[in-house]
């Protein structure tokens, strides 16, 4: 028999996110965020859950190029660019769009020859002060891109860097973006899964939805129920030992929960070598046969250890689920100190994924 630990992946609920996603950006087409293997989920299992999908977005060239062979005809957006001149060729060839963020993009596309040519959106730096051209001098790259026989269109683009924080908003970008690119006339795209929910009127022309779309909230004061949003992976295991402690004993290595009473304590097989973060600490919700209990002690490579003293019928093959269906992955990530796509992306490859 094999380990028991596997992840769970939900279609109907991907396909449901991406709905509502559409429903709150009516006026605007949607790129499905798929990087980092669809934020862990599969890339490959994500698109066929999407098949009218507006478009995708992507950094891995490899991979979109092998969507294309896969028969996937929508567009396909390389959110970071090209590392290389020589990509290029391989963009036009697949009809792959580009993210352009410096001037030796421009280059490298004043340079080429293309089969056909490429769309281009337009990365501008408003503040989040990674990638793009100052936002300022978007007529100019406008006007230089324009003139490149190997541009077939191009959308302004850019990334709010506090979309998810509401005292903080997105206030000065936008302004930004709007004063540097007024009367250019071309499609825009702003908006991330946060901006999405909270400010529609940054909808633009293009949305690019990430976390939102495998059931997460964006924002740390409100969960994903709360907007409509459902979990597309569960992280399921199972009891695999249980042992009985007495006041004073301790749990795990390191030491690190000692028993104030005679307890009873639960070893799930999993641990931070199929993903669950190690420095997850005491406290940490797990939910076991309808109900909550908490984890105890430290995360080894391939265990951990959860409460079980409240449930003596509770045993070994009991059904343990560290995140998903009846767990936020939000509430696991913060109780850890991180993040819901961190604990996403982490999943790892001996943990064996199952459609629903």
Not at 46 to 56: H, N
Request: aromatic share 8%; proline share 5%.
């Amino acid at each position: 028999m094999s380990r028991p630990i596997e992840a769970l992946f939900n279609a109907a609920a991907l396909a449901h996110n991406y709905q509502l996603i559409q429903q709150r950006a009516p006026r605007a087409r949607a790129l499905a965020v798929i990087k980092a293997n669809g934020y862990g989920h599969g890339v490959e299992r994500v698109v066929a859950a999407l098949p009218d999908a507006d478009g995708f977005a992507i950094l891995e060239i490899e991979t979109a190029i092998q969507l294309r062979r896969n028969g996937i005809t929508q567009p396909i957006l390389l959110l970071e660019g090209v590392f290389s001149a020589a990509e290029l060729s391989d963009c036009a060839t697949y009809n792959l769009s580009i993210a352009v963020h410096s001037v030796l993009h421009i280059e490298w596309l004043e340079q080429a020859q293309l089969v056909r040519p490429i769309s281009i959106f337009l990365k501008l730096n408003t503040g989040m002060n990674r990638l793009g051209f100052p936002a300022e001098s978007a007529a100019q790259s406008v006007t230089r891109l324009q003139q490149c026989q190997n541009v077939a269109d191009i959308t302004l683009m850019m990334h709010f860097a506090t979309a998810d924080e509401p005292e903080l908003g997105i206030s000065a970008q936008w302004q930004r973006f709007q004063a540097a690119t007024a009367g250019l006339n071309l499609p825009i795209s702003t908006a991330n899964s946060a901006a999405i929910f909270a400010f529609p009127e940054v909808q633009g022309d293009w949305v690019r939805p990430g976390v939102a779309l495998y059931g997460s909230s964006p924002f740390a004061a409100k969960t994903a129920q709360s907007l409509g949003l459902q979990a597309v992976m569960s992280l399921r295991s199972q009891v695999i030992g249980v042992q009985t402690l007495s006041a004073g004993d301790t749990v795990g290595y390191g030491a690190t929960f000692t028993a104030d009473q005679d307890m009873r304590i639960g070893i799930v097989a999993c641990g931070y070598a199929d993903g669950y973060p190690r420095h997850a600490p005491t406290g940490t919700p797990v939910w076991i046969a309808g109900q909550r209990t908490r984890l105890l002690g430290r995360v080894s490579m391939d265990m951990l250890c959860i409460d079980l003293t409240p449930w003596p019928h509770l045993d070994i093959g009991s059904r343990v689920e560290l995140w998903g269906e009846h767990l936020p992955i939000d509430e696991v990530a913060a109780a850890a100190g991180t993040i819901s796509y961190e604990l996403m992306c982490a999943l790892t490859a001996r943990v064996p994924v199952h459609n629903v």
